[in-house]
């Protein structure tokens, strides 16, 4: 990496202390991401790929090792706003509006208003929830929820993207098309990503770098690198080498799930 | 395309309130039919089959007496709803406060919880006699009566809400890093607001009762005096226009939560799902 680094995760460990037995989520993982690189995290249940993702978003401390982002703590990034995180369920505020939601983090930074307002506007219509800046969340569909999550995780204006895969309760054809917007606000927007998921295809649709993870205990098996050419489509899909990278991964991956 | 796109436009926040006033016509036209329908049946049963007035009154008889005494009514009736509502709003205030505590120390609420509930299991008319003794014969000890029914159902409620929060928006909120003050006022006040409302329609209810038990033991002025004191005197239509009026008051102190209900938890699903 010839870039400068967003984030820096250095011989990390994480102990889970149990009751009469401690469970090693983490066991030395050493991982540099990029300046505006998008990495996916993936691997069997188990490989800690949740739990690396928490870390850096300061929502676990480690055990062991040193994580840094922009050359600070995670604590220090978090506590000034700059790491956004976006979770399987979208988690909106039921008693707000999509246009509250969204501007909910700068509202607890103490921006005004009006700032806030034209903030979530802009990010309104980066994410394509245009027409929907007055409705309730229970009015929305699960893909758009997930829009709105997006939306609000950017408002802050992030180093760093954090997503614990968002789109895993999304039927197909909508996560099919949140895949192509995530492609293009990173594309848009430059910001660093870290995707956890459990789907090969849409890691080797969006990634820069794959991290393949195996558990028990949780490290790094291998990283592959994905050269496919930006910005990425659904037609890069058509790709041999996008089969090729789907392969090599999932072979990669096999190796977790024989010790499962 | 987006799958915005296709989505069905929203609909609005509040529809007009001439739609609001012909919902409301169209849902409660059975139940006034019922009323009237009992209130002439009543009436007539009453005459035909000659049914002593000391023991079920005719409707006519009960609103000849109310009309009787329209301003002695009205004033007692008044003083009961004072005390009800000052009691209710002075025990969900304390319920509110001691279920905050209770929810943010594991210590308290454990230490205290258990005492909480026994005392809760104490009938109020038991109580009513001890209270009245420490609080003295005017309306105070009426109110404190009315606060110690309303306490309980608050402060439980009160915990249970504060500790529903989801708890993804709670790491949302860390992430963000809100304050504890911000956490508590943004999210889990509001998660809450459903439980408390609960806890303050059953109080609301309670209020009414608790006042008029207060005034049964002790008393020289209010609905429960009204009660007693018609009992005494065998004066059954006066009485039962009292028992009605304070029905009317549980009535329209439960309608008064179940409005501030709609403004302040408008999004809670409980809400669209009404009959």
């Not at chain 1, 994580?67 to 039921?94: C, H, M, N, Y």
């Amino acid at each position: 990496m010839a870039e400068a680094l967003s984030a820096e995760v250095r011989d990390l460990s994480l102990v889970y202390r149990g009751r009469g037995r401690d469970v090693i989520a983490l066991s030395e993982v050493s991982l540099g991401i990029a300046q505006g690189e998008f990495v996916s995290l993936i691997g069997p249940s188990g490989c800690g790929k949740s739990t690396l993702l928490r870390v850096l978003g300061d929502l676990l401390t480690p055990t062991q090792g040193t994580v840094s982002i922009k050359g600070r703590t995670p604590r220090a990034e978090r506590l000034d706003r700059r790491i956004g995180f976006v979770f399987q369920e979208a988690a909106l505020l039921e008693w707000r509006s999509v246009l509250d939601n969204i501007a909910l983090p700068l509202e607890l930074r103490g921006a005004s208003r009006r700032d806030r307002e034209a903030r979530a506007r802009a990010l309104i219509e980066l994410v394509g929830l245009t027409g929907f800046e007055a409705a309730w969340p229970r009015q929305l569909s699960g893909g758009m929820r997930q829009r709105a999550a997006i939306a609000r995780a950017l408002s802050t204006e992030p180093d760093l993207l954090l997503l614990d895969e968002p789109f895993g309760a999304l039927d197909q054809i909508t996560r099919d098309r949140l895949n192509m917007e995530l492609a293009r606000i990173h594309e848009v927007t430059g910001v660093s990503v870290v995707l956890v998921t459990h789907s090969i295809r849409e890691a080797v649709l969006l990634s820069d770098r794959i991290v393949v993870m195996t558990p028990r205990p949780g490290r790094i098996e291998r990283i592959l690198d994905d050269p496919l050419p930006r910005p990425r489509s659904l037609g890069t899909r058509l790709l041999p080498a996008y089969e090729d990278l789907v392969r090599a991964g999932s072979r990669e991956l096999e190796k977790g799930y024989a010790n499962v | 395309m987006s799958d915005s796109t296709l989505a069905a436009p929203v609909p609005r926040r509040t529809a007009p309130l001439s739609h609001r006033l012909l919902d409301v016509a169209e849902r409660s036209w059975p139940a006034v039919l019922i009323l009237v329908a009992l209130i002439a049946g009543w009436e007539w049963a009453c005459a035909a089959l000659g049914i002593k007035p000391y023991i079920l009154p005719a409707p006519s008889a009960i609103l000849t007496a109310a009309l009787n005494d329209v301003p002695g009514l009205a004033r007692n009736s008044g003083i009961t709803a004072w005390e009800a509502t000052a009691g209710f709003v002075i025990g969900s205030a304390l319920g509110a406060l001691l279920g905050t505590a209770f929810a943010y120390s594991r210590f308290l609420a454990r230490g205290f919880l258990p005492f909480i509930i026994a005392a809760n299991t104490i009938p109020v008319v038991a109580i009513a006699p001890i209270i009245i003794i420490w609080f003295g014969h005017g309306i105070g000890s009426k109110i404190a009566v009315t606060a110690f029914l309303s306490f309980f159902p608050l402060a439980l409620n009160m915990m249970k809400g504060l500790q529903s929060y989801d708890r993804t928006v709670a790491d949302v909120f860390h992430i963000a890093a809100a304050s504890p003050l911000q956490t508590f006022f943004k999210m889990r006040l509001p998660s809450a607001l459903p439980y408390v409302f609960v806890g303050l329609k059953l109080n609301v209810t309670f209020s009414v009762i608790g006042a008029i038990v207060a005034e049964f033991v002790q008393a020289d002025r209010g609905l429960g005096f009204v009660i007693m004191t018609t009992y005494r005197t065998m004066a059954m239509p006066k009485l039962w226009a009292a028992m009605l009026l304070s029905a009317l008051m549980g009535i329209l102190f439960f309608l008064v939560v179940a409005m501030l209900e709609r403004i302040f938890v408008p999004w809670h699903a409980s809400m669209s799902t009404d009959p």
